[in-house]
Nanobody, 122 residues
């Protein structure tokens, strides 16, 4: 079973920047679309961004497209989320996920990491 591990989260003040990473185990990575989701306590897991396989087409939620950038490095089995100009409402647990093609629904992703905490102070 492929494992996904998020890292890079932490505490940052409003207006600051965080860069999250998602590392995939194994040697098969480029054939999968990857996504980032976030979840606050008591709320549903929400779509943030996704990136397709070989051509790396990116898709963003309307709330983050002017702030966040998703990217991938297939040679290193890595995916990234660059988060700029952060606000307190961005304080969530962020998850990376994998599926064959790009999808905005969390229920469409069968493989998930364990999550990484992002906290933005005001």
């Amino acid at each position: 079973q492929v494992q996904l591990v998020e890292s890079g989260g932490g505490l940052v003040q409003a207006g600051g920047t965080l860069r999250l990473s998602c590392a995939a185990s194994g040697r098969v990575f480029s054939i999968y679309a990857m996504g980032w989701f976030r979840q606050a306590p008591g709320k549903d897991r929400e779509f943030v961004a996704a990136i397709s396989t070989l051509v790396a087409t990116t898709t963003y939620s309307d709330s983050v497209k002017d702030r966040f950038t998703i990217s991938r490095d297939n040679a290193k089995n890595m995916m990234y989320l660059q988060m700029n100009n952060l606000k307190p409402e961005h304080t969530d647990v962020y998850y990376c996920a994998r599926r064959p093609t790009v999808e905005r629904k969390a229920t469409g992703y069968p493989t998930w990491g364990q999550g990484n905490q992002d906290a933005v102070s005001s």
